[in-house]
């Protein structure tokens, strides 16, 4: 058991040296510019994954959708998007949902569906298939929402997304070099140094320059025109044309030294009347970025280095951790180890079992180690506790599962913890790779789910006796199997039973004080200890659950099999608590609501009852029979 524990410490002492290593130091680029959304502090690269997976359903473009054959990453699609947003807008990245297999949608917007099996389109494309069925937009406004079919939804959801790509596509459009000045007398009274390309800012920059030119013009009739001047004209006309653009407000990347800390777009900086100096600065070095064709990351430092005028305004060393966050990505990491864990545990059962159960461990151990580090990560990036979300707690829950599990089996040696670990870390992170793909799981919480200590105890508590709980009746399912494949009379049940029974108790000592942590944190955020919310009455059901099962077996009215029967449903219970609740969307707790969970929901209660009752009837059936034949034999005897 000794070199079992220090085979995973040496692994567990390797990462967190890495984590904390200077690999995380690493050159600054685009990726790593800040930009505030939704309130959010977050590199360029994070906001670039999001919306490239909001928009294409993947965090990267596919080389067949590529000039160069190659997979595209998100920044790098977010930065040519920017700079040349009507090449950009031409490529086909909008992603149409086709899961009912009903061409619908796409017959609905003109879209061919039969020659687009990829059923990926370009903002162009639905732009005219929209333009073309003004009638459809139209009638949906007129309808209410609540009465929109699964069709409707999904072309009002498509349209949103549009009107979010064009004004992503053309925030920086005032920082892009596309007014030509060749014009000698122009160029000498801008004072450039020849002819070139500028942008719409430069001329907001310089607006004590162009002013005077501007008036000239105006006050000269037309005909009377000079060279000079009707190239001015021809820059105003462009002028205005950019200017078209304004509401493109959506990238917020100049910081403010305002109360609220509210960042402004390039578009509202263009209309700030008395901008800071370091404003003007970071506006100006931005728009050379833009007007260079390789980034240069000297420039990018100059950047920040203007950006640290702006008093507590980034904290650089959490925007440099995202960044690489982003790119090692744990979590997916720690999938694939569980997996080959478990492919090496099926293997241990047929060949060698001593020697694959130890790869089979090795492998769930370093998973375990990138699992916990990616949660440890998040914790520094977002400096609260790693369960403050819907998807966090998801998280959290599989680590405490496979955390029992692990050392379960360094204790035991019998494939059975693992088996457990593997199952639930494997379910539960598919689980979480759904909602990781609604967008940022990084995201700003509400003020008393953000700054309370008591909250983070209780959350912290009440979630680690989820996922203790949910081992207790994984290790139930176990026992049915096992009782119904061996018998009820295996030697082996008997030390699945005490294993079941223990996890038990420590569940309901998590989940007991959790509760009454939640019940002081109401006390104090809303002046009640109890308020018989859903998540409140879910809680005390997991509670109650466990004290009914123990109770029936103090009182001797259960058995080993019956025991294990009512903790294998503990499951439904504290899915119920967990997700179900959520469905009421009422409550004090209903901040951890999802979408299209009811479906999956129902799905997983209807199985667990039939596997449940299933096994548990026919274990009683084979025991029987077992029972008369005995009897018979018995009598025959006699």
Not at 63 to 73: A, L, Y
Not at 296 to 315: R, T
Not at 327 to 333: G, S
Request: glycine content about 6%; overall charge neutral.
């Amino acid at each position: 058991m000794i070199k079992n524990f220090q085979f995973i410490l040496f692994y567990f002492a390797i990462s967190i040296s890495f984590l904390f290593s200077n690999w995380f130091n690493s050159d600054v680029g685009m990726s790593h510019i800040p930009i505030q959304e939704a309130g959010r502090i977050k590199p360029m690269d994070t906001y670039a994954r999001n919306q490239l997976l909001l928009f294409y359903g993947k965090e990267y473009i596919d080389s067949d959708n590529s000039e160069d054959g190659k997979k595209t990453q998100a920044i790098d699609w977010l930065i040519s998007l920017l700079k040349n947003p009507h090449e950009e807008l031409g490529r086909e990245i909008f992603y149409i949902s086709n899961w009912s297999n009903s061409p619908e949608v796409e017959t609905s917007l003109g879209l061919d569906s039969l020659k687009r099996k990829s059923h990926r389109y370009s903002f162009y494309e639905i732009i005219e298939g929209f333009n073309k069925n003004r009638e459809l937009l139209d009638g949906l406004r007129s309808k209410p929402q609540s009465s929109y079919s699964n069709v409707e939804k999904q072309i009002v959801d498509i349209y949103s997304k549009v009107v979010l790509l064009d004004e992503i596509a053309h925030s920086f459009k005032c920082l892009n070099p596309e007014i030509s000045i060749d014009n000698k007398e122009v160029i000498k009274s801008l004072r450039l140094n020849g002819p070139s390309k500028v942008s719409y800012s430069f001329f907001i920059n310089n607006i004590y320059l162009f002013s005077p030119l501007m008036a000239e013009l105006l006050e000269t009739p037309p005909d009377d025109w000079s060279e000079k001047q009707k190239d001015l004209n021809r820059i105003a006309v462009e002028l205005h044309a950019i200017a078209q653009f304004q509401y493109a407000k959506a990238i917020k990347i100049i910081p403010t030294n305002n109360f609220n800390n509210e960042w402004l777009s390039p578009w509202e900086f263009m209309e700030v009347d008395n901008p800071l100096v370091s404003q003007t600065e970071l506006i100006v070095q931005l728009d050379k970025i833009l007007n260079i064709d390789l980034i240069d990351n000297q420039e990018i430092s100059e950047y920040f280095g203007i950006l640290a005028k702006f008093s507590n305004a980034v904290n650089y060393s959490i925007i440099n951790r995202e960044v690489q966050n982003n790119y090692f990505q744990f979590f997916f990491k720690s999938l694939l180890f569980y997996l080959f864990a478990f492919i090496i545990l099926g293997i241990s059962w047929l060949l060698k079992p001593n020697l694959f159960r130890k790869i089979s461990l090795g492998l769930i151990s370093i998973g375990f180690v990138l699992h916990i580090l990616g949660i440890i990560n998040r914790m520094i990036i977002m400096q609260r506790p790693p369960v403050s979300t819907l998807y966090e707690s998801i998280l959290f829950v599989g680590f405490v599962l496979v955390l029992v599990s692990i050392i379960y089996e360094i204790i035991r040696k019998d494939t059975l913890g693992l088996f457990v670990g593997l199952v639930g870390g494997i379910m539960l992170h598919f689980v979480g790779l759904k909602y990781a793909a609604d967008g940022d799981t990084l995201g700003m919480l509400v003020a008393v789910l953000n700054s309370n200590f008591w909250l983070s105890i209780h959350v912290t508590t009440i979630t680690f006796g989820y996922g203790v709980s949910l081992v207790s009746g994984l290790m139930g399912h176990v026992y049915l199997i096992r009782a119904f494949w061996c018998g009820s009379k295996d030697k082996h049940l008997k030390i699945i039973y005490n294993n079941v029974y223990g996890l038990t108790l420590i569940a309901l000592f998590f989940t007991l004080f959790g509760t009454i942590l939640g019940g002081i944190w109401a006390d104090q955020s809303w002046g009640r200890f109890w308020g018989w919310d859903p998540k409140e009455n879910g809680a005390l059901l997991i509670v109650m659950w466990h004290l009914m099962v123990l109770h029936l077996r103090i009182s001797g009215w259960s058995k080993p099999l019956e025991f294990s029967f009512f903790a294998s449903l503990v499951n439904i219970i504290v899915v119920l608590a967990w997700f179900g609740v959520n469905l009421l969307s009422v409550g004090l707790h209903s901040y951890g609501f999802t979408d299209n969970v009811a479906l999956n929901l129902f799905i997983f209660i209807g199985f667990e009852l039939l596997f449940c009752i299933g096994f548990y009837i026919a274990i009683k059936s084979i025991d029987k029979k077992i029972i008369q034949s005995e009897d018979l034999s018995m009598n025959s005897s006699k």
